[in-house]
């Protein structure tokens, strides 16, 4: 997590900082990034950099967070636009999210991040971006749709979700690399599909 320094910063320092961090991040894994080449970018002292992170992992943790922010708000802004219907509100933030994580601003980071399997250093983000997008979600969910009888169950029900969504764009990439023909479209008429499965069953 940033130093209180940086939180001290104006808005516009941190948006350059911010610029630098997704340029980087964008190009190279995390391995091959380079603090020398977000500092040059951001236009800060190397002293200042550690003024505001502990190291690179901090950083790139806090930049990765910035981004998971904004999908979990766009998912529980949808809900609440649904009324609380969470299978319409996912099927929504399904076309969204993946429009955006593929075509959007992030979205060379998010290939670079899946082929570098760098989003195993999210684990130590730890759950808590992920548990408190649950419990918003549980908040705003109308449970007389759905057949849930405890926070265990839709937190598993909400696992089950984000699964789908993130092996979807994950084969798209993975697709990619291979020089296979996929589309946006398609991995949206998948990912529903698979939703589609978990709603109402596979059997006839």
């Known amino acids: 997590m940033p130093k209180e320094t940086f939180f001290n910063l104006d808005d516009a320092k941190k948006e350059r900082l911010f610029e630098a961090l997704s340029?980087?991040?964008s190009k190279k894994s995390f391995d091959d990034s380079a603090i020398s080449v977000?500092?040059?970018r951001a236009g800060i002292p190397r002293g200042?950099?550690?003024q505001y992170f502990e190291d690179k992992l901090d950083c790139y943790l806090y930049f990765v967070g910035?981004?998971?922010?904004?999908?979990?708000d766009l998912y529980l802004t949808v809900l609440e636009r649904k009324?609380?219907?969470l299978f319409e509100a996912t099927k929504e933030f399904f076309k969204l999210g993946i429009t955006d994580v593929l075509e959007g601003s992030h979205s060379a980071?998010?290939?670079t991040m899946i082929e570098a399997h760098d989003f195993r250093l999210q684990r130590s983000l730890g759950h808590g971006r992920i548990h408190q997008l649950i419990l918003s979600l549980y908040e705003q969910t109308d449970f007389s749709l759905l057949k849930i009888e405890?926070?265990?169950e839709f937190r598993d029900l909400v696992s089950f979700l984000l699964n789908i969504f993130f092996k979807s764009i994950g084969s798209y990439f993975h697709k990619r690399k291979s020089k296979e023909s996929v589309t946006v479209s398609e991995v949206q008429a998948s990912c529903l599909k698979m939703l589609s499965w978990l709603q109402n069953?596979?059997?006839?």
Request: no cysteine; aromatic share 24%; hydrophobic share 30%.
């Open 109 to 111: 980071f998010y290939q």
């Open 38 to 40: 977000i500092i040059d």
């Open 23 to 25: 340029f980087e991040f």
């Open 201 to 204: 069953g596979v059997s006839k």
């Open 66 to 72: 910035q981004i998971q922010d904004e999908q979990n």
């Open 150 to 152: 405890s926070f265990d």
């Open 48 to 50: 200042s950099f550690y």
């Open 83 to 85: 009324q609380g219907n």
